[in-house]
Structures are given as C-alpha cells and as structure tokens.
C-alpha cells in the first residue's frame, strides 16, 4: 500500500498497462481474457492502495507469466504461443509459422538482474522455501487470490499460486502452479503450491537438462529441512573409518569382515542426511 501511494496512480497504472495487464497477450488460444483493471479517471486513493497489492484487479495465467518473463529475461516482453508451426501434410511445408515476437521493453537490464536476485532469495530465504531444490538455482513468488461471488469477496475461499523460474540466473523454463480452494490445509501457497511446482520442477530440470551450479543464495535452514552433503567414498577403508566418515547416514552392513568392498549410493553422491548407506564388507 505505501509503495502504491508513494509511486502515485498514474505510475503504478502505467507499469501495469507496460507488462500487459488489462489486456489480451494475443496468444494463439480462443477465449483469452482481458483480465480486470480500474479505469484510471475512477482510481482514488481506496483503488490505489488495494490494487498495489492486487485486490480489487485481476491478471490472467498468461498474463502472469508472460509478466514475469520479461522481468527475469532482461525486460523483453515477447508475445506468447503454443503452437509452434502449422505443416502441409503431404509436402511438410510450412503454413504458419510463430517467430519470437517482441511487444516492447519493460524494464532494464541492471533492473532484471536484481529482480531474478530477489526471486531466488524468497525460495532460498523465504516464503518459498518449499521449493527450494538444493544445487539447483530457483527463483518464485508465492500468490494468494480471494476469490469473488457477485461482487463480493469469499470468505476462506482461495486460489493460492506460485510461479518459478529455473535457474534464476539465466532462466530456462517459467512454471505457473494454481490451486484452486485446497481444502484440509493452511491457506498459505508456501504449505499448498510451493511443493507442488518443487516435484514439477524437479521434471523440468530433467527434462530440460539444467545442470547444477554453485554460487546460489544460501539458504536458511529450518529444523524440518533435509540437509544434503556430499557422501564420501568410504570403499578400501576401515569399517571403523567408515562409520566415521558416514557420520550423517544410516549405516547397514553385509559380509563379514572389517573392510569395506563395495557402497551404496557410491561416493560423491549428494545425498539427505540421515539416508540409509549400504556397505559390503569383507577382508
């Protein structure tokens, strides 16, 4: 609210008609939707503040993501589509065909660059945490939506949101994850959403073959977070040496004997602390 008040109507207004809110993104799908957005000759200070924070307004998916990726790709705001291209069946030649299109700058480099910084802090340090994917660079911001029946608000009836992107430094993929009124939990997308896009983002990364990076934000740590290590390579040693080394796992043995032949998971692999390692031993 006071960062509505200090940029003043006609500010705010304008970064939102700037990434696209209000308006169709003209992708290629029917039935797009405008969103809703107050007039600015009818904004007063009671529409100013609530729209800051996003009552009172509403943006479509699409438009959301389309939002986002131009503030962590540099401030390019590109036109979206699904289809790719259209082939004549027998030839294979192309009858349509869509190009990236760019609508228009956002905001700048320098501005991006600390927004994609802020995105990975909320899931390394915050309200995201729940999505948090250890080697890998996550940045997301959590949504909560009431929702409206004829002009009024809902009581204790929510969309709760989160969009993600992978690797916050240099994004590959945006993922938008909304659920619809979840019943039986908190009411806050940190404990609903968050783990949600985790599991899918976990696809993506493979799917997309995003490889582990150091210098991410490091994260905070609760007492209900699994920490993962770097598991040593214990084989030829000792099996006194071992449980020593293996000293955050669960060690089990087979064989006879009081050194180690063979270990699993191998040596080098990240694994959860208090994760079951399994040593052959022999003489």
Do not use: C
């Not at 705010?12 to 797009?32: A, H, M, P, R, V």
């Amino acid at each position: 609210m006071k960062l509505g008040q200090l940029l003043g109507k006609e500010r705010l207004f304008s970064y939102f008609d700037l990434f696209g809110f209000g308006k169709k993104t003209g992708i290629d799908l029917n039935g797009e939707s405008d969103g809703i957005m107050f007039p600015l000759d009818k904004v007063g200070e009671l529409e100013l503040v609530t729209s800051a924070f996003g009552q009172g307004i509403s943006v479509t998916p699409i438009q959301q993501v389309t939002a986002v990726s131009s503030v962590v790709n540099g401030g390019n705001l590109y036109m979206p589509y699904v289809v790719k291209s259209i082939n004549e069946p027998t030839t294979n030649s192309v009858i349509l065909s869509n190009e990236k299109k760019l609508i228009r700058k956002t905001i700048s480099k320098e501005t991006s660059e600390t927004m994609k910084y802020a995105l990975e802090s909320v899931v390394a340090r915050g309200g995201g945490r729940y999505a948090y994917i250890d080697g890998y660079r996550i940045g997301g911001k959590t949504g909560t939506a009431q929702k409206v029946k004829d002009g009024v608000y809902l009581d204790n009836n929510y969309i709760m949101s989160f969009m993600a992107v992978v690797p916050s430094n240099d994004p590959k993929a945006i993922l938008y994850v909304a659920i619809d009124n979840p019943k039986n939990t908190a009411l806050l997308s940190s404990y609903t959403t968050a783990p949600v896009a985790r599991r899918i983002l976990l696809d993506i990364i493979d799917a997309l073959d995003i490889k582990r990076q150091s210098g991410a934000i490091e994260k905070v740590h609760y007492w209900d977070d699994e920490i993962y290590y770097t598991l040593p390579d214990t084989v030829g040693k000792s099996r006194k040496e071992a449980v020593r080394d293996l000293f955050y796992y669960n060690v089990e043995y087979s064989g006879s004997g009081e050194k180690v032949l063979e270990q699993s998971p191998k040596g080098g692999t990240y694994l959860a602390a208090g994760s079951t390692v399994r040593l052959l031993l022999g003489n």
